[in-house]
C-alpha cells in the first residue's frame, strides 16, 4: 500500500475543501411524524407521497437548505434513521449506492473490484441487514445469500436513500444492523406538472487507462387535470473495470519430514508460520449496465391513490481473469536458504521437488455474469377523514447467471522455487527456474466448464389500517397484515478435460502445441499500486485460443448435486401499533407496539452416500413476538431533545446454511449438511441519545446504541444415524451464547456563517461524524493463542469528515471516509483469524452552473490511490491486497 501519513491526509483533506454536499448526519430523520405513518413507516406509502420527502430528507442541491431540511428532520422524528437525497438528476455525490451509504454514522461498506457492493450496520453484516426499494424486497444476487449487491442499482434513480436503525412494527421484519430503504422518483414528487432531465459523463480508469460513457435519462408529465402522472427513467453505463491484486491463500505451520515436528527455523521455540499458494491476478470486467424505472400514479382526489411500478436493471460483464499461482503442499523446505521473519512468519522460503511439488499453476478464468433484478409492485392508499386505509402487492426477482470456463496450464515437477516477502509492503515476489512467458515447460492442461445459475424470487401482499385522532394522547392506532414467500434456487453443472503430460509423457507434444497459443498478460501489473519495491513480469494466460483448441466441455448432462438445492420461505405477520404524546413538563411524542410473524421453511436437496445421490427434504417452523418503542422528549424546544428506543429485531439464516446438501463418507462415516432447522438471528436494541440545535443549519450529538445479540449461527459435530450407521456430521447450529455490541455514535455540522459575518468564510461548512463500537460475548478466538476475537464485520472506530463550499456559481465539495480493522473470518486457512486493515479513502467533487438549466461537473474516486489489504492476523502475514486506481468522472447535468 502507498503509505500515508495518517494527520497530514485528514488535514490535506480539509485543506482541499472537501464536502458531501448535504449529508449533515441527519440520524433521526424520519419521513414521517408518529401522526401521519401510513403504510411500512414511510418506505411506502411516504415513498409514493411527495408532501413529506420536501420536509425530512437532506437534499444535496442547495446545501445549506438541505442542512437546515435535515435538522428540522432531526427535531420531529420519532425514529433512529439517516436520510440522503437528491435533489436534481445524478446530483449524488457517490458514483454509487453503496459508497453513499457508506457516509452514515454506523455504516460501512465493502467493495468488489473496487466498487461498493455490500454495507454493514453497526457491526452487522450485509446479509443480516434488509433492503428495500419503495416497499419492495431487494433480492440477493450471490449464490445462496441474502446480501444485496449495490453496484447495479442506478443512482440517477434515487429520490432518497434512508437507513433506519430503529424499528416501528409496521416495517417488514428482516434487518439485524437495520433496513435501508431505496425510494426512487416519482411524478408526484416535482412542483412542475412535466420535465426532462439528465445528464452525459465520462469514467476514467487510471488502472486501465480507459475512457467510458455513462448516460441517464428522465422525464415525467401529469395530466389529466393533475390527476395523474407518469415517470420513466434510463440509464445506460460501459465500464472496463480492472483490479490487479496479490494473493497468499493462508499462512500454514508445516511439518519437517526428516524430524516429524513443526518447522521452526529460527530456534526460538514457536513454530513458524509458511506461505499457502502465494498468487497474482488481474481481474478484467468488461460491464455493460442498464437500468428501467417506470411509475404510474393516479390521484383523483386528495384522498385517493392508487400506482403501478416497475424497476429493471441488468448487469452483464465479460470476465477475463489471469491468474500466476505457486502450490507447495508437501514441496519440501530448504531451512538453509530460508529465513524467519516477524511474529514467527517466514520472510523467505525456498522449495525443493519432492516428486510433484512444488508446481506452477497458469489459470484463467474467462466467462459471461449475468445479475438481473426486477421488481413490480402496485397499490392503493385511501384517507378518507380520520382513517388510513392501504393494500400493497409486489414480486421481485434477482438472478445470477455465472457461466465461466477455467483453464489451467502448470509446470509440476519444478526444481525449486523461491518466494520473498522481505519488501515493505510484504507482498509474495516469486522467483522461478524459468522466465515467467517460458511455455516450453508446462506439462499438464485442464479446461473446466462450470457455469452456475441462482434464482431469488419474493411475492408480497399486504394491508394495513389506521385511525388518526383518537384521543388528546393517542394520535393513531395503526395495525395491519402481510404474506410473503421467498424462494432460492441454486444450480450447478461441471465438466472437465484434463492432459496430464507429468503422469504420461506421450501427451507433452500434444500439451506443447495447445500451451504456445498462450500469450503474456497486456497491462503492467499493480501499475497503480506499490509492492514494496519489486515488479513483476508479464506471465502467461489463455486469451481464448488455448481453451478454444483443446475445446470447451458441455456440462448440462452431469450436474453438481451436492450444489443443486431449493429453498422456500413463507412468512405471515401481522402487527399492532399506537402513536402518542404527552407532556410531563416536557413534551414527549413516541410509537408503541408490537409484530408477530411465523416462518415457514422447507428445503429440498441431496444427499450422497458412497457417492450416490438421492432426493431428501427437510421443513422449519418458527414464531417470533417483536415489540418496538420509540421515543422523544422536547427538553427545550427546538434546541434541546432527547431520543430514545428499545427494539427486538431478526435476521434470517442465509438459505446456503438452510440447504440440505448432505454429503456423506461411508470409509471415514463423516458428513456435512445444511440445517433447515436453523433459527433466525435475533437482538435487543437499544438507543439514547442528545441532540443540540445551533441554530437552523448548525448542531451536535451523541447517541449510546446497545445490541444484545443471540442464536448466532456456528458450525459443530453431532452424531447422526443414516441407513443404521452413525456418522459425524458437520453442520450449521444456533449457539448458546449472547454478543453484546455497545458503541457511541458522535456526529454533527456546522456552517461557518453561524460564527462569523466575513465574506470569505460564509461559504464554507463543515460535517463530520465518529463511531466508537465495541464488543463482548463472541466465543471466536485465536486457534494459536486463544486470544478472544471482535465480532466478525465491526470495526472498533470509524469517521466521516466533510468540507464544503458552495455560492451561486461554482461548488467544491467531498469527504474522507476511514475505518479500523475489523475481523472477516475466525479461522480462515492454516487456523489463523483473518482480517480487514483499516482503509480509508478520499473522494471530492466539483460542479459549475453554466445556465439555470445547464451545469458541468468533474469528480475524483480514490484520489489517494487506497487499496484493500487483508492479513492472517498479522501484518507480516498478508493474504489479500488489491489496488484498482482513482477514478475520475466529467461531464453535462441538465434539466428542463
Same mark, same amino acid.
Given at each position: 500500500?502507498?503509505?500515508?501519513n495518517?494527520?497530514f491526509?485528514?488535514?490535506?483533506?480539509?485543506?482541499?475543501?472537501?464536502?458531501?454536499?448535504g449529508?449533515a448526519?441527519?440520524?433521526?430523520?424520519t419521513?414521517?411524524s408518529?401522526?401521519?405513518?401510513m403504510?411500512?413507516a414511510?418506505?411506502?406509502?411516504?415513498a409514493q407521497?411527495?408532501?413529506p420527502a420536501?420536509?425530512?430528507?437532506?437534499v444535496?442541491?442547495?446545501?445549506?437548505?438541505?442542512?437546515?431540511?435535515?435538522?428540522?428532520?432531526?427535531?420531529?422524528s420519532?425514529q433512529?434513521?439517516?436520510?440522503?437525497s437528491?435533489e436534481?438528476i445524478?446530483?449524488f455525490?457517490?458514483?454509487?449506492?453503496?459508497?453513499?451509504?457508506?457516509?452514515?454514522?454506523g455504516?460501512?461498506?465493502s467493495?468488489?473490484?473496487?466498487?461498493?457492493s455490500?454495507?454493514?450496520?453497526r457491526?452487522?453484516s450485509?446479509?443480516l441487514?434488509?433492503?428495500?426499494?419503495n416497499?419492495?424486497?431487494m433480492?440477493?444476487t *450471490?449464490?445462496g445469500?441474502?446480501?444485496?449487491?449495490f453496484r447495479?442499482i442506478?443512482?440517477?434513480f434515487v429520490?432518497r436513500?434512508?437507513?433506519v436503525?430503529?424499528v416501528?412494527?409496521?416495517? &417488514?421484519?428482516?434487518?439485524l444492523g437495520?433496513?435501508v430503504?431505496i425510494? @426512487?422518483?416519482?411524478?408526484f414528487d416535482? #412542483?412542475?406538472?412535466?420535465?426532462i432531465?439528465g445528464?452525459?459523463?465520462?469514467?476514467?480508469?487510471?488502472i486501465?487507462?480507459t475512457?467510458d460513457?455513462?448516460?441517464?435519462?428522465?422525464?415525467?408529465?401529469? +395530466?389529466?387535470?393533475? &390527476?395523474?402522472?407518469?415517470?420513466?427513467?434510463?440509464?445506460?453505463?460501459?465500464r472496463?473495470?480492472?483490479?490487479?491484486t496479490?494473493?497468499?491463500?493462508?499462512w500454514?505451520?508445516i511439518?519437517?519430514?526428516?524430524t516429524?515436528e513443526?518447522?521452526d527455523?529460527d530456534?526460538n521455540?514457536?513454530?513458524? +508460520?509458511?506461505?499457502?499458494i502465494?498468487?497474482?491476478s488481474?481481474?478484467?470486467?468488461?460491464?455493460?449496465?442498464i437500468?428501467?424505472n417506470?411509475? +404510474?400514479e393516479? #390521484?383523483p382526489?386528495?384522498d385517493?391513490h392508487?400506482y403501478?411500478?416497475?424497476t429493471?436493471?441488468? /448487469?452483464?460483464?465479460?470476465l477475463?481473469?489471469p491468474?500466476?499461482?505457486? +502450490?507447495s503442499?508437501?514441496?519440501?523446505?530448504?531451512?538453509?536458504n530460508?529465513?524467519?521473519?516477524?511474529d514467527? @512468519?517466514?520472510s523467505?522460503?525456498?522449495?525443493l521437488?519432492?516428486?510433484?511439488a512444488p508446481?506452477?499453476n497458469?489459470r484463467?478464468?474467462r466467462?459471461?455474469?449475468t445479475?438481473y433484478?426486477?421488481?413490480a409492485?402496485g397499490?392503493v392508499d385511501?384517507t378518507? =377523514?380520520?382513517?388510513?386505509?392501504?393494500?400493497r402487492?409486489?414480486?421481485?426477482?434477482?438472478q445470477?447467471d455465472?457461466?465461466?470456463?477455467?483453464?489451467?496450464a502448470d509446470v509440476r515437477?519444478l %526444481?525449486?522455487?523461491i518466494?520473498?516477502?522481505d519488501?515493505?509492503e510484504y507482498?509474495?515476489?516469486?522467483?522461478?527456474?524459468?522466465?515467467?512467458d517460458d511455455?516450453?515447460?508446462?506439462n499438464?492442461?485442464r479446461?473446466?466448464?462450470?457455469?452456475?445459475?441462482?434464482?431469488?424470487?419474493?411475492?408480497m401482499?399486504?394491508?394495513d389500517v389506521?385511525?388518526?385522532?383518537?384521543? %388528546?394522547?393517542?394520535?393513531?392506532?395503526k395495525?395491519?397484515?402481510?404474506?410473503?414467500r421467498?424462494?432460492?434456487d441454486?444450480?450447478?453443472?461441471d465438466a472437465?478435460?484434463?492432459l496430464?503430460?507429468?503422469?504420461?509423457?506421450?501427451l507433452?507434444d500434444?500439451?506443447q502445441?495447445y500451451?504456445d497459443?498462450?500469450?503474456?498478460?497486456?497491462?503492467?501489473?499493480?501499475?497503480?499500486g506499490s509492492?514494496?519495491?519489486?515488479?513483476?513480469?508479464?506471465w502467461l494466460?489463455?486469451?481464448?485460443?488455448?481453451?478454444s483448441?483443446?475445446?470447451v466441455?458441455?456440462?448440462y448432462?452431469?450436474?453438481?448435486?451436492?450444489?443443486?438445492?431449493?429453498?422456500?420461505?413463507?412468512?405471515l405477520? =401481522?402487527y399492532?401499533?399506537?402513536?402518542?404524546t404527552?407532556?410531563?413538563?416536557?413534551?414527549?411524542?413516541?410509537?408503541v407496539?408490537?409484530?408477530?410473524v411465523q416462518t415457514?421453511?422447507?428445503a429440498n436437496?441431496?444427499?450422497?452416500?458412497?457417492?450416490?445421490?438421492s432426493?431428501v427434504?427437510?421443513d422449519?417452523?418458527?414464531?417470533e413476538?417483536?415489540?418496538?418503542?420509540n421515543?422523544?422528549?422536547?427538553i427545550i424546544?427546538?434546541?434541546?431533545?432527547?431520543?430514545?428506543?428499545a427494539?427486538?429485531?431478526?435476521?434470517?439464516?442465509?438459505?446456503t446454511?438452510l440447504?440440505?446438501?448432505l454429503?456423506?463418507?461411508?470409509?471415514g462415516?463423516?458428513?456435512?449438511?445444511?440445517?433447515?432447522?436453523?433459527?433466525?438471528?435475533?437482538?435487543?436494541?437499544?438507543?439514547?441519545?442528545?441532540?443540540?440545535?445551533?441554530?437552523?443549519?448548525s448542531?451536535v450529538?451523541?447517541?449510546?446504541f446497545?445490541?444484545?445479540?443471540?442464536s448466532?449461527?456456528?458450525?459443530?459435530?453431532v452424531?447422526?444415524?443414516?441407513d443404521g450407521?452413525?456418522y459425524?456430521i458437520?453442520?450449521?447450529?444456533?449457539?448458546?451464547?449472547?454478543v453484546?455490541v455497545?458503541g457511541?455514535?458522535i456526529?454533527?455540522?456546522?456552517s461557518?456563517?453561524?460564527f462569523?459575518?466575513m465574506?470569505?468564510?460564509?461559504?464554507?461548512?463543515?460535517?463530520?461524524?465518529f &463511531?466508537?463500537s465495541k464488543?463482548?460475548?463472541?466465543e471466536?478466538t485465536d486457534?494459536f493463542t486463544?486470544? *478472544?476475537?471482535?465480532?466478525?464485520?465491526?470495526?472498533? #472506530?470509524?469517521?466521516?469528515l466533510?468540507?464544503?463550499?458552495?455560492?451561486d456559481?461554482?461548488s467544491?465539495?467531498?469527504?474522507?471516509?476511514?475505518?479500523?480493522?475489523?475481523?472477516?473470518n475466525?479461522?480462515?486457512?492454516?487456523?489463523?483469524?483473518?482480517?480487514?486493515e483499516?482503509?480509508g479513502?478520499l473522494?471530492?467533487?466539483a /460542479?459549475?452552473?453554466?445556465?439555470?438549466?445547464i451545469?458541468?461537473f468533474f469528480?475524483?474516486?480514490?484520489l489517494?490511490?487506497?487499496?484493500?489489504?487483508?492479513n492472517?492476523?498479522? &501484518?507480516?502475514?498478508?493474504i489479500?491486497?488489491?489496488t484498482?486506481?482513482?477514478?475520475?468522472?466529467?461531464?453535462?447535468?441538465?434539466?428542463?
Amino acid at each position: 500500500m502507498r503509505k500515508t501519513n495518517h494527520t497530514f491526509l485528514i488535514a490535506g483533506a480539509s485543506a482541499i475543501a472537501l464536502a458531501f454536499g448535504g449529508t449533515a448526519n441527519a440520524q433521526d430523520a424520519t419521513t414521517a411524524s408518529s401522526d401521519d405513518t401510513m403504510a411500512e413507516a414511510a418506505d411506502e406509502t411516504d415513498a409514493q407521497t411527495p408532501a413529506p420527502a420536501d420536509e425530512n430528507v437532506i437534499v444535496v442541491s442547495g446545501i445549506r437548505q438541505s442542512l437546515e431540511n435535515a435538522l428540522r428532520a432531526k427535531r420531529d422524528s420519532d425514529q433512529v434513521l439517516d436520510a440522503i437525497s437528491a435533489e436534481d438528476i445524478g446530483k449524488f455525490p457517490d458514483k454509487n449506492v453503496g459508497e453513499a451509504l457508506q457516509r452514515v454514522t454506523g455504516v460501512q461498506i465493502s467493495r468488489t473490484n473496487g466498487e461498493g457492493s455490500g454495507v454493514s450496520i453497526r457491526g452487522a453484516s450485509p446479509d443480516l441487514n434488509r433492503v428495500e426499494m419503495n416497499g419492495v424486497s431487494m433480492l440477493g444476487t *450471490q449464490s445462496g445469500s441474502r446480501a444485496v449487491d449495490f453496484r447495479d442499482i442506478p443512482v440517477e434513480f434515487v429520490n432518497r436513500l434512508e437507513v433506519v436503525k430503529s424499528v416501528t412494527p409496521d416495517m &417488514t421484519e428482516g434487518g439485524l444492523g437495520g433496513t435501508v430503504r431505496i425510494i @426512487t422518483r416519482r411524478p408526484f414528487d416535482s #412542483k412542475e406538472d412535466s420535465f426532462i432531465a439528465g445528464s452525459a459523463q465520462g469514467i476514467y480508469s487510471e488502472i486501465g487507462d480507459t475512457l467510458d460513457p455513462k448516460l441517464a435519462l428522465i422525464g415525467s408529465k401529469r +395530466f389529466a387535470d393533475d &390527476t395523474m402522472g407518469i415517470l420513466l427513467s434510463a440509464t445506460y453505463e460501459r465500464r472496463r473495470i480492472e483490479t490487479h491484486t496479490t494473493r497468499t491463500t493462508g499462512w500454514r505451520q508445516i511439518t519437517d519430514p526428516d524430524t516429524g515436528e513443526l518447522y521452526d527455523l529460527d530456534g526460538n521455540g514457536n513454530p513458524d +508460520f509458511f506461505p499457502e499458494i502465494p498468487r497474482y491476478s488481474e481481474d478484467v470486467l468488461d460491464t455493460k449496465r442498464i437500468g428501467l424505472n417506470g411509475v +404510474f400514479e393516479y #390521484k383523483p382526489t386528495d384522498d385517493l391513490h392508487a400506482y403501478v411500478e416497475g424497476t429493471y436493471t441488468r /448487469s452483464k460483464q465479460d470476465l477475463e481473469a489471469p491468474y500466476f499461482q505457486l +502450490f507447495s503442499g508437501g514441496a519440501l523446505v530448504d531451512a538453509a536458504n530460508s529465513a524467519t521473519g516477524e511474529d514467527d @512468519t517466514v520472510s523467505q522460503v525456498t522449495y525443493l521437488n519432492n516428486g510433484s511439488a512444488p508446481y506452477l499453476n497458469l489459470r484463467t478464468i474467462r466467462g459471461d455474469i449475468t445479475r438481473y433484478n426486477w421488481s413490480a409492485a402496485g397499490g392503493v392508499d385511501y384517507t378518507p =377523514g380520520q382513517w388510513e386505509i392501504g393494500v400493497r402487492t409486489s414480486f421481485s426477482k434477482a438472478q445470477i447467471d455465472n457461466d465461466y470456463v477455467n483453464t489451467t496450464a502448470d509446470v509440476r515437477g519444478l %526444481d525449486y522455487l523461491i518466494v520473498n516477502y522481505d519488501n515493505a509492503e510484504y507482498a509474495p515476489e516469486i522467483t522461478l527456474p524459468f522466465d515467467y512467458d517460458d511455455s516450453s515447460a508446462i506439462n499438464y492442461v485442464r479446461v473446466q466448464h462450470r457455469p452456475v445459475l441462482s434464482t431469488q424470487e419474493e411475492f408480497m401482499a399486504k394491508g394495513d389500517v389506521a385511525r388518526n385522532d383518537l384521543t %388528546d394522547w393517542l394520535t393513531q392506532l395503526k395495525a395491519g397484515v402481510q404474506y410473503r414467500r421467498t424462494t432460492l434456487d441454486n444450480k450447478q453443472w461441471d465438466a472437465n478435460i484434463i492432459l496430464d503430460g507429468y503422469s504420461d509423457p506421450s501427451l507433452l507434444d500434444e500439451i506443447q502445441s495447445y500451451a504456445d497459443l498462450l500469450v503474456p498478460i497486456e497491462n503492467e501489473f499493480f501499475n497503480t499500486g506499490s509492492l514494496g519495491g519489486f515488479s513483476v513480469p508479464a506471465w502467461l494466460y489463455d486469451d481464448g485460443a488455448f481453451s478454444s483448441a483443446i475445446g470447451v466441455p458441455d456440462p448440462y448432462d452431469n450436474p453438481t448435486l451436492s450444489a443443486t438445492y431449493d429453498v422456500v420461505e413463507k412468512n405471515l405477520a =401481522g402487527y399492532l401499533q399506537g402513536s402518542f404524546t404527552f407532556d410531563l413538563g416536557v413534551p414527549f411524542y413516541g410509537v408503541v407496539g408490537a409484530r408477530v410473524v411465523q416462518t415457514k421453511t422447507t428445503a429440498n436437496g441431496y444427499q450422497s452416500a458412497g457417492g450416490v445421490f438421492s432426493p431428501v427434504s427437510f421443513d422449519g417452523d418458527y414464531v417470533e413476538f417483536l415489540p418496538a418503542l420509540n421515543l422523544r422528549a422536547d427538553i427545550i424546544p427546538n434546541k434541546l431533545l432527547f431520543r430514545g428506543s428499545a427494539t427486538e429485531v431478526l435476521a434470517r439464516p442465509n438459505p446456503t446454511d438452510l440447504a440440505p446438501r448432505l454429503t456423506l463418507d461411508i470409509v471415514g462415516f463423516s458428513g456435512s449438511r445444511g440445517n433447515p432447522d436453523l433459527q433466525p438471528y435475533r437482538a435487543r436494541q437499544y438507543d439514547a441519545g442528545l441532540e443540540y440545535y445551533i441554530d437552523s443549519v448548525s448542531f451536535v450529538s451523541a447517541t449510546y446504541f446497545r445490541k444484545e445479540i443471540s442464536s448466532f449461527i456456528e458450525r459443530t459435530t453431532v452424531n447422526e444415524t443414516y441407513d443404521g450407521q452413525v456418522y459425524a456430521i458437520n453442520l450449521p447450529v444456533n449457539g448458546s451464547a449472547a454478543v453484546t455490541v455497545n458503541g457511541l455514535e458522535i456526529g454533527g455540522q456546522l456552517s461557518f456563517s453561524t460564527f462569523t459575518d466575513m465574506a470569505v468564510v460564509q461559504n464554507f461548512g463543515v460535517i463530520a461524524n465518529f &463511531t466508537y463500537s465495541k464488543d463482548s460475548g463472541y466465543e471466536g478466538t485465536d486457534y494459536f493463542t486463544g486470544e *478472544q476475537l471482535p465480532f466478525p464485520g465491526l470495526s472498533r #472506530k470509524s469517521y466521516n469528515l466533510s468540507l464544503y463550499y458552495e455560492d451561486d456559481l461554482f461548488s467544491l465539495r467531498g469527504s474522507y471516509n476511514w475505518r479500523s480493522k475489523y475481523l472477516i473470518n475466525a479461522v480462515g486457512r492454516g487456523n489463523n483469524p483473518e482480517f480487514g486493515e483499516a482503509a480509508g479513502q478520499l473522494d471530492v467533487s466539483a /460542479s459549475v452552473n453554466v445556465t439555470d438549466n445547464i451545469s458541468v461537473f468533474f469528480e475524483g474516486v480514490n484520489l489517494t490511490d487506497e487499496m484493500t489489504i487483508q492479513n492472517a492476523n498479522s &501484518t507480516y502475514r498478508r493474504i489479500f491486497m488489491e489496488t484498482y486506481g482513482p477514478r475520475y468522472y466529467g461531464g453535462v447535468r441538465f434539466r428542463f
